[in-house]
């Protein structure tokens, strides 16, 4: 089992749809949530950063962490083809290096 | 403009040949990092180092090799060791944080170089 679990998609909504992206893991010791944006043949591009569970909103953009299931979500709302790009979970804490989702691919048709 | 910047864009090895990829950032960011992307494998990683004149091994470290003589830059080496080289390579960097690399280590990426070997 992976420490990271993310489902690679891809995703496809169209344009104005709620986006619903999540991830799981299996260490308890992590204790920092990141959410990237990656777009093709860029370099990933820091969205969100939450410590410890709760919510977080950032416009359209929203990151939601519950650690007692492992579970963090970004939700995105009014889709735009601009947020068409793919998005990577990352997360770490303590002495535990960052360890990244492999990345959900998402398509907002327009 | 503070940022990290990675070159060349595109790069293409022969067979047998080193190349060395270039990273500098003006963050004044401690810690700077590599990683390797592969499709539908996510990002691994292969050096990291926490201060200058000091780095440690990833996860994937075979085969390459890297520097830290200055706080701004990071080069990371392919060597003819390294058997598969074809790969979309990232830099990035973060604040060191109370002397636990890990423990706020927000990481903020270059654009990457993407390497072929011919």
């Known amino acids: 089992q992976k420490e990271v679990e993310q489902d690679p998609g891809p995703l496809s909504v169209p344009e104005g749809a709620i986006v619903s992206l999540n991830c799981t893991y299996s260490?308890?010791?992590?204790?920092?949530f990141m959410w990237y944006r990656q777009y093709s043949r860029k370099g990933p591009e820091l969205l969100m950063y939450t410590y410890s569970s709760g919510n977080k909103e950032d416009g359209r953009f929203t990151a939601q962490v519950d650690k007692s299931s492992k579970y963090i979500s970004l939700f995105i709302r009014d889709s735009q083809p601009s947020d068409s790009a793919t998005y990577l979970c990352a997360m770490g804490g303590g002495y535990q290096k960052v360890t990244f989702g492999i990345g959900t691919k998402l398509q907002v048709i327009p | 403009d503070g940022g990290i910047t990675q070159s060349p864009k595109y790069l293409f090895r022969k067979e047998g040949q080193n190349v060395t990829l270039s990273c500098e950032q003006n963050?004044?960011?401690?810690?700077m990092y590599w990683y390797r992307q592969d499709p539908g494998q996510g990002l691994r990683l292969i050096y990291y180092?926490?201060?200058?004149?000091?780095?440690q091994k990833g996860d994937i470290a075979e085969g390459y090799s890297v520097s830290r003589e200055k706080k701004e830059s990071f080069p990371l080496t392919v060597t003819s060791a390294q058997k598969n080289p074809t790969a979309f390579y990232l830099c990035?960097?973060?604040?060191?944080?109370?002397?636990?690399?890990?423990?706020?280590?927000?990481?903020?990426f270059g654009p990457g170089t993407r390497l072929t070997v011919l």
């Open positions: 260490n308890s010791a992590f204790q920092y």
């Open positions: 963050l004044n960011h401690d810690a």
């Open positions: 180092s926490q201060i200058v004149n000091d780095f």
């Open positions: 990035a960097s973060s604040i060191r944080a109370g002397g636990q690399l890990f423990q706020t280590d927000t990481q903020y």
